[in-house]
């Protein structure tokens, strides 16, 4: 059991977890992968990316298909060293979940999640994805919502 897969127990929120094999994170788009072994559009899966803006991290979590534009959150934008994101969530790329992060960071989701009745985000570890509805993570997460990838 993951903290991701804690925290969506504690706060009693519906989720289902959905294991998958086969996508390794040197094999091009990591995320669109990992869309395609579950069997969901990649606009659906959701990849949580941490930042350094004004000098502070911060976690955005955008869609599969999709990259984070540095410009529209911040001036001093870019993205975190690899060792500082695991350091500062307690996981590890490929596996950096939004929820139960050792060090809870400002988080903001992409406005494109609330399209969707449901969303896929990484459960903790490489290979295991929760889904949510969008407003649960936002919830869990004290997010804010805003248009921020392209």
């Known amino acids: ?3 991701a897969v804690e925290a ?4 009693g929120i519906v989720f289902d977890l ?12 990591y995320g669109v992968g990992v869309a395609h072994a579950l069997g969901r559009p990649p606009g659906q899966l959701f990849k949580t990316l941490v ?3 004004d000098g502070k991290l911060a976690v955005f979590v955008v869609p599969a298909d999709r990259q984070l534009d540095l410009r529209r959150i911040g001036k ?3 993205l975190a060293v690899q ?21 809870r960071l400002p988080t903001t989701i992409d ?3 609330l ?15 929760i889904e949510l509805a969008p407003a649960d993570l936002v919830t869990l997460t004290a997010a804010t919502v805003a248009a921020i990838s392209v």
């Open 8 to 11: 969506a127990k504690r706060a």
């Open 18 to 29: 959905h294991d998958y094999s086969g996508v390794e994170l040197g094999d091009g788009d």
């Open 76 to 78: 001093r934008s870019e």
């Open 83 to 103: 060792a500082d994101a695991e350091r500062a969530t307690g996981y590890v790329v490929g596996g950096i979940s939004p929820l139960g992060q050792r060090r």
């Open 51 to 53: 930042a350094t803006t």
């Open 1 to 3: 059991m993951t903290p």
């Open 115 to 129: 399209e969707w009745e449901t969303i896929f985000v990484s459960a903790g570890r490489r290979g295991l994805q």
């Open 111 to 113: 406005a494109s999640a």
